[in-house]
């Protein structure tokens, strides 16, 4: 009997160490949140490709055994259960796994305000410049590419609290808006603002609604904008640091006051920047 148990306790481990095995870290699993998959293969792989949410994600290795991926639950993921369907290619042949994502509800908060006309509908006559911008930017979102850039933690932009709710929805004069997708941060205006992790400058200009906005992408798929600027330190192509300095808090662009706006989307999917920082506190 003992000799028995003992060689089906010998037998399932063998069979866990020739499957593929999925973990999960995330702030929580709801629509907004970043989550980092770890992808651990029985034996080393040259590829791993990755599905979730009707999107591709992009894999990198750790080491030949150890792969992760960033996969954002965009906000207008509906609750549920959703698979990720990971594909291993290895010397040994294509390994396949599914990993079941439960999304839970959330519900964000509205803001109604009434507002003068021209800040809701801005004038015709910069439609087309708020067109090509838009169009830019979609492009921009989706360009990241090759593994991560940054090495240690990501760390906040700004000394400051973050005082605006990500994915809040707003009504202006009675007029639904597109759901808030950054995080604002109190800061006064001349705050310097740094890079929460190393990158390459996608974007560095004013921009209609923006104003003087940075973009950098981190490799990986996740891409972070910083908005509002009053001026900014690093051009286009520029490799930075973590912490270098990327320009100073302002108020231009569409705002009515100084602060930081700080948006995060990974995979094109919009994330919360504070989930960002909470999934990615520790060196990757």
Known sequence: MVMRLAAVALAGFVAQQSQVVISVSARSLQPGELVLLTITTPEPAGAVHMRAFDRDWAAFPVDGRVWRALVGIDLDVAPGDHDVNVRV???????????????????????????????????????????REQAELERLWLSSSGPPR???????????????????????????????????????????????????????????????????????????????????????????AAGAPLGKVGSTGRV??????????????RVDPLSVLHVLSQPQ
């Open 150 to 240: 940054w090495k240690g933690p990501f760390v906040p932009p700004v000394p400051h609290e973050a005082n605006s709710a990500f994915g809040t929805r707003s009504v202006f004069n009675d007029e639904p808006r597109s759901p808030h997708g950054g995080a604002d941060f109190s800061s006064p205006a001349g705050t310097p603002v740094k890079a929460p992790a190393a990158g390459r400058v996608l974007l560095a200009r004013d921009l209609y609604y923006t104003g003087s906005t940075v973009m950098i992408d981190h490799g990986a798929g996740l891409i972070s904008l910083f908005a509002h600027l009053s001026s900014i330190d690093v051009k286009p192509d520029a490799e930075v």
């Open 89 to 131: 290619d290895a010397s040994a042949g294509v390994r396949r796994a599914t990993e079941t994502l439960t999304v839970s509800p959330k519900t964000f908060p509205t803001r109604r305000l009434t507002v003068d006309e021209a800040f809701v509908n801005p004038p015709a006559a910069v439609r087309p410049r708020i067109d």
């Open 256 to 269: 009515t006051g100084a602060h930081l706006h700080w948006t995060t989307r990974v995979g094109g999917a």
